[in-house]
């Protein structure tokens, strides 16, 4: 197992004065199932007549430059006297900026990792906001062929997907950028509007119904299975022509006949129904994919561009094992793109609402929770090293994430770690396109 060491552990504070205030969090960055860090792990080519030296203290001064814009990121995040609701306070406190080396090299990150934890070195500092530590934790491990790693840990709390997204592409650019710009050059400019989705006069609302947050029976001990069996990562990319056979299969299989599917629908539902079947479960279990849908545009009025905070809920397609792994490709694309379209900002409001005080929390039994990272712009993010040869999570675990493939902007690559026991069958099955 390759060893990393710390060099220096470096505060970073905004580079110029930023307000000193205490922001609110909305109803939806404070849900309960958010309370983590959203760890990313970007890995970048040796590049000949790189400075290490320079190149750290270059990215640790665009840091301090991006700071300015996003200071709630240097903030510390804590909770309201109702226990139930979160806010920033903005004192310039600052993020936390790791150095280290390690004896990896570029090739070691070809295939998924052996286990859940294995680079867990790579971004070793991740602790709880609510505690006192920084929502913005940052390392860049140098590894012995010159080739660099830089893990990201940002609190989903304060941000999400979308919106870390933006802020590390404005880092990026901050990073290699030749000449002197003003901040205001970079679009889109952060903005924080948390009231937004904030919750209304329940008069104000028509009942909608959210399986999300239901729960259903656990018929097979399923929870005791993901917290007691070992995990085992797994990683597999699917290219242009095989996600075009998907397509095919699933409007083949659909009944009625769907128009089309989307990429996105027909891979979820393959995957979904490959990890099912893997797993063995009782045919009248019943399962629930969970996914990310970004509202936006969904939301009347949409919400503005830089808006940073968790602005996504989840879709929630639901069925039986035995439907699921028996139907067909068509039917399990359906049931997600149906999930999909529901989402409008009626949907929204009832979600805002439904969580504000913590209250609702999606469920776990028969849950695969999936998030599409493949489509927010993380390929791009460019230190002054080239784009990353690889972008996925500091540690593959349970939940599934669509990657982007570098190189190949059709092709995602799928990360989950499945129990050791259903392993090779879900390799089996999900390679296996006709099934």
């Known amino acids: 197992m390759a060893s990393v060491h710390v060099k220096e552990l470096n505060v970073i504070i905004p580079n110029e004065p930023t307000p000193t205030r205490v922001l609110p969090l909305s109803a939806m960055d404070s849900q309960l199932f958010l309370r983590f860090t959203i760890e990313y792990l970007f890995l970048y080519k040796a590049s000949p007549g790189l400075d290490p030296g320079a190149t750290t203290a270059r990215i640790k001064n665009a840091l301090a430059k991006a700071l300015v ?146 729960r259903v029976p656990d018929l097979c001990g399923f929870l005791s299975r993901f917290s007691s069996e070992r995990l085992t990562p797994t990683s597999i990319t699917f290219d242009k022509r095989c996600i075009s056979e998907l397509k095919k299969l699933a409007f083949s299989s659909s009944r009625p006949r769907e128009l089309a599917y989307t990429s996105f629908e027909v891979l979820s539902a393959h995957v979904w129904r490959s990890w099912a079947r893997a797993l063995n479960l009782p045919s009248n279990q019943i399962l629930k994919l969970l996914f990310s849908i970004n509202v936006r545009n969904r939301v009347n009025p949409s919400l503005p561009s830089g808006y940073y905070g968790n602005a996504f809920v989840l879709g929630c397609a639901q069925t039986s094992v035995k439907d699921l792994t028996e139907k067909g490709l068509g039917y399990a694309s359906m049931l997600i793109k149906k999930a999909k379209d529901r989402v409008d900002n009626e949907f929204v409001q009832s979600v805002v609402n439904s969580v504000s005080g913590a209250r609702a929390c999606p469920d776990s039994v028969g849950v695969l929770i999936l998030s599409q990272w493949s489509r927010l712009g993380l390929e791009r993010v460019d230190f002054g090293m080239g784009k990353p040869i690889h972008v996925g999570p500091v540690c593959c675990d349970r939940y599934c994430l669509f990657l982007p493939v570098f190189n190949q902007t059709d092709a995602v690559k799928v990360m989950v770690a499945v129990p050791a026991s259903g392993v090779d069958k879900y390799e089996h099955l999900v390679r296996s396109l006709c099934w």
């Not at 903005?90 to 286990?115: H, V």
């Not at 500092?125 to 990201?152: H, I, N």
């Open 69 to 214: 814009p996003y200071y709630p990121l240097a903030g510390r995040v804590r909770a309201k006297p109702d226990g139930s609701s979160l806010e920033v306070v903005c004192r310039a406190q600052g993020a936390l900026f790791i150095e280290a080396f390690s004896d990896y090299t570029i090739n070691d990150f070809d295939k998924a990792p052996k286990y859940v934890t294995q680079w867990r070195k790579l971004l070793y500092y991740v602790a709880d906001v609510l505690k006192g530590a920084p929502p913005l934790v940052m390392q860049l491990t140098w590894q012995k062929d010159g080739s660099a790693a830089l893990g990201v840990g940002i609190n989903h709390c304060v941000c999400d997907g979308i919106g870390s997204a933006e802020f590390l592409n404005l880092f990026g650019e901050l990073s290699t950028s030749q000449r002197p710009c003003q901040l205001s050059d970079y679009k889109p400019k952060p903005i924080w509007d948390r009231h937004l989705l904030n919750p209304l006069p329940k008069k104000l609302l028509n009942s909608v119904s959210h399986p999300e947050f239901n």
